[in-house]
């Protein structure tokens, strides 16, 4: 069992993840991406000095893994500070409106 969990994605499909992000043909994408983007977000166009991530626009899903033409695609991939990374991949909008009008009485 991989030692990551992803309730979003079977088991299956995260073994092949790792798998995929550990291969040769990936490593060398996403060294020709950072050479060619000067290490720079393509977010906030900062210069990355610490951790990057080469991420994928179109995201990798069970259905479209082994098209190429979107895990290994130049033009799908989006150089960014790992800050703008995880802001992207992990905010959530809150909502602060409620979903039905309630009347309520304060006094």
Do not use: A
């Amino acid at each position: 069992m991989s030692r990551f969990f992803n309730p979003k994605h079977p088991q299956w499909f995260r073994d092949w993840q790792i798998k995929f992000y550990n291969s040769k043909p990936w490593k060398e994408l996403r060294d020709e991406v950072r050479r060619e983007r000067q290490m720079r977000c393509e977010v906030c166009h900062k210069l990355i000095k610490g951790k990057s991530i080469c991420d994928h626009k179109i995201e990798i899903t069970p259905d479209n893994y082994k098209d190429d033409r979107i895990t290994l695609n130049k033009d799908n991939i989006q150089l960014m500070h790992i800050e703008c990374h995880n802001t992207k991949t992990f905010y959530q909008p809150q909502e602060f409106e409620p979903k039905e009008k309630r009347n309520v009485n304060l006094f």
